[in-house]
């Protein structure tokens, strides 16, 4: 006996439930685990060098997984915009 075929909407949806529940248990791990703090230049670099997982980071240095990767968007941006405006200049 073969597989139901699902609705293409009916399919999407479970898959955007599968991918919620996944990462509520993935960054569940670490959330409101940790006070929130100002960030120092130690963090940052480490947090820039990616040279362990954010996992593992994340135990170091106190911080929540989803942190540690906004951290690493937002200083790459910072970077890019930086390196823009010098190449305008």
Known sequence: MGRR??????????VRQRRRANNKRYYGRTTNL????????????MV???TIPD???????????KGIQEKR???KKEI???EAKEKSE
Request: proline fraction near 5%; charged fraction near 45%; aromatic fraction near 4%.
């Open 55 to 65: 996992s593992e980071l994340s135990a170091k240095i106190e911080r929540s997984v």
């Open 5 to 14: 075929k699902l609705d293409p909407e009916v399919r999407l949806e479970r």
């Open 34 to 45: 940790y006070p929130g703090r100002a960030w120092t230049k130690e963090e940052e670099e």
């Open 48 to 50: 820039l060098a990616h």
């Open 80 to 82: 890019a915009e930086a």
């Open 73 to 75: 968007r937002r200083l």
